[in-house]
């Protein structure tokens, strides 16, 4: 059975919307504007769930995906959509979560941040499946909406010679002694050096060392053995290559890190995000700043080289231990303190031992920082500014809602960085501040938006 639908608008992961017979029917790969003919595959008393079997009118925004398990593989999503037709997708879901979620409106809207858009994705978990019916070893992203690992032979978002070896991958895996028993290999690649980590559940055999061995030194890769969970990862071969790490240029930064460890994962999106936070988040030598969910320091570094005090705040003590090593190595561990603290358990009088910060920059996961925003003091004393960087929209709605309607803040700006794109995923940043008055606008940044998608 199909029906005929005219699509009215694009939800939060990329799904056209329309209506028949009064029930919402989300359309996968229908875009905002075509009329489709669709087959349900899910059906619920009050929607459904459809795909797309003939297109009757295009949408001008419709462009041919840019890599050929585009549909298959459950990676990406919204190849299909313009770049500048996605970016705008992700503002527009920023706006409705602000508005509808934490009926708040930015002062500004910021321009968006746009990046590289292919071979982008620094750090990815690929699943690996032996299946004897499809001839061998598969090594990919699942499939879309299933489990099952996609039969794909490159990926245009991972970096090109990490996305031309999927083959060699799955020969390798193929003629392992263990091939049934190597269930993920970990991407992460750094400015000099890329890393696979194999997530072993048995001990390579010595033939299956060599075979490995010959296959880093063939690919000019390190690879990594990780038997048990991800602190038991190490390098296996070769043992001499430089460490991973990325660079903040602009900052002179250079952060080392473990390929198991969370980094952003856009390299060039993540270096105009770090520029626009510290631009509004504008530090000071005397100003002492928290920032909360640190991770290895990408946001505490820059504030630091700005001559501003900083504590950063993190839930890992593995990543608090990097974030140690990075000060150090970068020469600022005189203006930077880091303490492991788990803050979806924050307090009020827990944030009042850490003591007085004049800004804050907050970074967490999707989750939110609810129990941080609720903590902040009603006297006037909480820091005067805010930049928080968020990678869900909904939560960042919900917090911003507490900011300004209970904490008396002004949501000042907001914008979001195409950090992944051809997928769903919408990062952003938020500015807030105290005061009736005063932030200057070149702490709102237009001047730092680069130049959109080709
Ligand atoms: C989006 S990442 C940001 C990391 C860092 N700011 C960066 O840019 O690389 C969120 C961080 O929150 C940390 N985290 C997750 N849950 C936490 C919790 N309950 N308490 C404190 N930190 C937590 C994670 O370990 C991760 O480092």
Same mark, same amino acid.
């Given at each position: 059975?199909?029906?005929?639908?005219? !699509?009215?608008?694009?939800?939060?992961?990329?799904?056209?919307? #329309?209506?028949?017979?009064?029930?919402? !029917?989300?359309? +996968?790969?229908?875009?905002?504007?075509?009329?489709? +003919?669709?087959?349900?595959?899910?059906? =619920?008393?009050?929607?459904?769930?459809?795909?797309?079997?003939?297109?009757?009118?295009?949408?001008?925004?419709?462009?041919?995906?840019?890599?050929? %398990?585009?549909?298959?593989?459950?990676?990406?999503?919204?190849?299909?959509?313009?770049?500048?037709?996605?970016? #705008?997708? =992700?503002?527009?879901? *920023?706006?409705?979560?602000?508005?509808?979620?934490?009926?708040?409106?930015?002062?500004?809207?910021?321009?968006?941040?746009?990046?590289?858009? %292919?071979?982008?994705?620094?750090k990815a978990r690929l699943s690996v499946r032996h299946v004897a019916k499809?001839?061998?070893?598969?090594?990919?992203?699942?499939?879309?909406?299933?489990?099952? @690992?996609?039969?794909?032979?490159?990926?245009?978002?991972?970096?090109?010679?990490?996305?031309?070896?999927?083959?060699?991958?799955?020969?390798? @895996?193929?003629?392992?002694?263990?091939?049934?028993?190597?269930?993920?290999?970990?991407? #992460?690649?750094?400015?000099?050096?890329? @890393?696979?980590?194999?997530?072993?559940?048995?001990?390579?055999?010595?033939?299956?060392?060599?075979?490995?061995?010959?296959?880093?030194?063939?690919?000019?890769?390190?690879? %990594?053995?990780?038997?048990?969970?991800?602190?038991?990862?190490?390098?296996?071969?070769?043992?001499?290559?430089?460490?991973?790490?990325?660079?903040?240029?602009?900052?002179?930064?250079?952060?080392?890190? =473990?390929?198991?460890?969370?980094?952003?994962?856009?390299?060039?999106?993540?270096?105009?995000?770090?520029?626009?936070?510290?631009?509004?988040?504008?530090?000071?030598?005397?100003?002492?700043?928290?920032?909360?969910?640190?991770?290895?320091?990408?946001?505490? *570094?820059?504030?630091?080289?700005?001559?501003?005090?900083?504590?950063?705040?993190?839930?890992?003590? #593995?990543?608090?231990?990097?974030?140690?090593?990075?000060?150090?190595?970068?020469?600022?561990?005189? *203006?930077?303190?880091?303490?492991?603290?788990?803050?979806?358990?924050?307090?009020?009088?827990?944030?009042?031992?850490?003591?007085?910060?004049?800004? %804050?920059?907050?970074?967490?996961?999707?989750?939110?920082?609810?129990?941080?925003? =609720?903590?902040?003091?009603?006297?006037?004393?909480?820091?005067?500014?805010?930049?928080?960087?968020?990678?869900?929209?909904?939560?960042?709605?919900?917090?911003?809602?507490?900011?300004?309607?209970?904490?008396?803040?002004?949501?000042?700006?907001?914008?979001?960085?195409?950090?992944?794109?051809?997928?769903?995923?919408?990062?952003?940043?938020? *500015?807030?501040?105290?005061?009736?008055?005063?932030?200057?606008?070149?702490?709102?940044?237009?001047?730092?938006?680069?130049?959109?998608?080709?």
């Amino acid at each position: 059975m199909s029906y005929r639908l005219t !699509i009215e608008s694009l939800d939060h992961d990329g799904r056209g919307v #329309a209506h028949h017979e009064g029930k919402a !029917i989300f359309v +996968d790969g229908a875009l905002t504007g075509e009329v489709v +003919d669709a087959s349900p595959y899910r059906k =619920k008393d009050n929607y459904e769930q459809a795909q797309v079997e003939r297109i009757v009118r295009t949408s001008a925004t419709r462009v041919k995906p840019g890599c050929q %398990w585009f549909g298959v593989c459950g990676g990406c999503t919204h190849q299909h959509l313009h770049e500048s037709a996605q970016v #705008a997708a =992700k503002q527009r879901i *920023l706006e409705d979560c602000l508005t509808h979620i934490g009926k708040v409106k930015p002062e500004a809207m910021l321009s968006p941040i746009h990046g590289p858009t %292919w071979g982008y994705r620094t750090k990815a978990r690929l699943s690996v499946r032996h299946v004897a019916k499809k001839g061998g070893v598969l090594v990919g992203f699942h499939e879309r909406r299933s489990s099952y @690992v996609a039969d794909m032979h490159g990926c245009e978002v991972l970096p090109p010679r990490i996305g031309r070896m999927l083959p060699a991958m799955r020969a390798l @895996v193929a003629s392992l002694a263990i091939r049934d028993r190597l269930p993920q290999i970990e991407v #992460a690649v750094g400015d000099t050096v890329a @890393v696979l980590v194999f997530r072993i559940l048995e001990a390579l055999t010595p033939e299956d060392e060599d075979k490995v061995r010959a296959f880093a030194e063939a690919h000019q890769v390190q690879v %990594w053995l990780q038997p048990k969970g991800p602190d038991t990862a190490q390098p296996f071969h070769p043992l001499d290559a430089p460490p991973l790490a990325y660079t903040l240029p602009e900052f002179g930064l250079s952060m080392p890190f =473990k390929p198991t460890e969370f980094t952003q994962v856009n390299h060039g999106v993540n270096r105009m995000l770090v520029r626009r936070a510290i631009r509004m988040l504008d530090p000071q030598p005397n100003d002492s700043i928290a920032d909360f969910f640190c991770g290895l320091g990408n946001f505490t *570094l820059p504030i630091a080289r700005r001559g501003a005090r900083v504590l950063g705040i993190e839930g890992s003590s #593995a990543l608090v231990s990097r974030a140690l090593e990075n000060a150090r190595l970068n020469g600022l561990d005189h *203006l930077t303190r880091y303490q492991v603290m788990n803050l979806f358990e924050m307090a009020p009088e827990i944030l009042a031992a850490l003591g007085r910060f004049d800004k %804050w920059l907050i970074d967490p996961p999707r989750d939110g920082a609810i129990e941080l925003v =609720k903590s902040l003091p009603e006297d006037g004393s909480g820091p005067s500014r805010i930049v928080y960087v968020s990678c869900s929209p909904a939560t960042l709605a919900r917090d911003a809602e507490v900011l300004v309607h209970v904490k008396g803040y002004r949501l000042r700006a907001a914008g979001v960085a195409n950090m992944f794109p051809h997928t769903a995923h919408v990062e952003s940043i938020a *500015l807030f501040e105290k005061q009736a008055a005063g932030v200057s606008s070149e702490l709102l940044p237009d001047s730092d938006a680069v130049a959109g998608p080709a």
